[in-house]
């Protein structure tokens, strides 16, 4: 697997992760119809014309999965057991059907499990910026990775 095992991460380690995405309108209505939500901001045109922003916002949840998403490749795709939470997740800036979202992934801290011999606990800090580069989404992230097998 590409993912990286818990001995390969390092505090203050940072991932600019290739992988983008421009978020369309399809994306934002199927997401929201899909978690049922109604929020008018996000599906329906005419409300959100009137609204602050004048146009749809994209489903802010839908921007924390992609900006998850994204980071997966570089960092934990095979070698994650499980997330164990999110903290501090903002969204300074909306995003909106057609932005291009790029992600960047920094190691916060590093530790083994005190309970789990083969896996230890990572904490990451997700940034997500859109083609301008402000900054639309943030989160702190622990997640259970899996140890490097022991020599045989």
């Known amino acids: 697997m590409a993912g990286l095992y818990l001995e390969e991460f390092q505090p203050g380690q940072v991932f600019r992760h290739g992988l983008t995405k421009t978020v369309t309108e399809s994306d934002n209505m199927l997401f929201s119809t899909m978690t049922l939500n109604p929020q008018p901001l996000h599906i329906d ?7 602050e922003w004048g146009r749809p916002l994209v489903n802010s949840l839908f ?21 164990l939470g999110m903290k501090e997740t903002t ?3 909306p995003v909106f059907h057609g932005d291009t ?8 801290s590093v530790r083994e499990s005190k309970s789990k011999p083969d896996r ?5 800090e997700h940034r997500a910026f859109n083609q301008t580069g402000e900054l639309v989404a943030r989160c702190v992230r622990q ?10």
């Open 45 to 51: 045109f005419d409300f959100a014309a009137r609204s």
């Open 63 to 83: 921007t924390l999965g992609l900006m998850i998403g994204i980071s997966v490749h570089d960092t934990t795709i095979g070698t994650t057991v499980a997330n």
């Open 91 to 93: 969204f300074p800036h």
């Open 101 to 108: 979202i790029r992600v960047e992934t920094e190691v916060v």
């Open 120 to 124: 230890g606990i990572v904490e990451f």
């Open 143 to 152: 997640a259970m990775i899996m140890k490097m097998e022991p020599a045989a």
